[in-house]
């Protein structure tokens, strides 16, 4: 995938892996990057296209396909955490909304966007996933779920657009220096690490970003036979 003189769009692109993606694109030499927001006067950073869109509205998602007709690039991005929701309290609303953002809205920009790759010549859809696509986590079980349907999404994705061309992109990273984040005292890698890492894959055709040595383990244990908690 040649990034260069390629046209992007971005979800969730105001601030965090975002805002990182959409400034790596630019720096890759992208024509023209769509920063897709709820608000696009959040979008301070020169260079970039303002979107309204949010990913939970489809009359918004509708109207970003008929403006950004010219994209070459999808990178699913916009997230929330739904940390509202534990596991054995709390009622659904945030994990509802984490579903309703991080999988429907994701699967929702993917058909809306699709059809656009096709005629543009089969381009990227990228998606942004996390070590919790493969990791239950009793701190945020609503956010991992959503991560895990969203991985499935995206493998679906891949097998569905393969014929037309379409290079999808899943990107896995555990603990990224984020807003998001803030709350965890943890080792966290950048949001221009985990860009750098996506150009790479765009640039050379690669189907998967494992970001970090966490998250390269969590996939590696997949094909590890289930193991009680030490001490347990």
């Known amino acids: 995938m040649d990034i260069k003189g ?11 892996i975002g805002r990182a993606f959409a400034r790596a694109l630019l720096e890759h030499g992208a024509a023209k990057v769509y920063a897709g927001v709820r608000d696009p006067a959040g979008v301070v950073d020169q260079g970039l296209t303002p979107l309204r869109l949010d990913v939970t509205k489809p009359e918004q998602i509708a109207e970003a396909a008929a403006v950004a007709d010219d994209v070459s690039i999808v990178i699913n991005n916009a997230g929330v955490g739904g940390s509202g929701t534990g596991l054995l309290e709390g009622d659904f609303a945030a994990a509802r909304q984490a579903m309703e953002v991080n999988y429907f809205g994701t699967w929702a920009v993917s058909r809306a966007f699709a059809p656009i790759l096709a005629r543009n010549g089969g381009g990227a859809l990228v998606n942004m996933l996390s070590l919790a696509s493969w990791v239950g986590q009793p701190g945020f079980p609503g956010y991992a779920a959503s991560k895990s349907a969203q991985w499935s999404l995206t493998d679906a994705l891949r097998k569905g657009l393969q014929e037309q061309g379409t290079l999808v992109v899943g990107v896995h990273s555990g603990f990224v220096d ?54 347990r």
């Open 6 to 16: 390629s046209v992007a769009l971005v979800t969730g692109a105001n601030r965090g």
């Open 178 to 231: 984020t807003d998001l984040s803030s709350w965890v005292d943890a080792p966290k890698i950048t949001t221009a690490d985990v860009a750098a890492q996506t150009m790479e894959a765009l640039a050379n055709d690669r189907w998967e970003v494992l970001a970090d040595d966490e998250t390269r383990q969590a996939k590696a244990a997949l094909s590890q036979p289930l193991q009680a908690e030490p001490g």
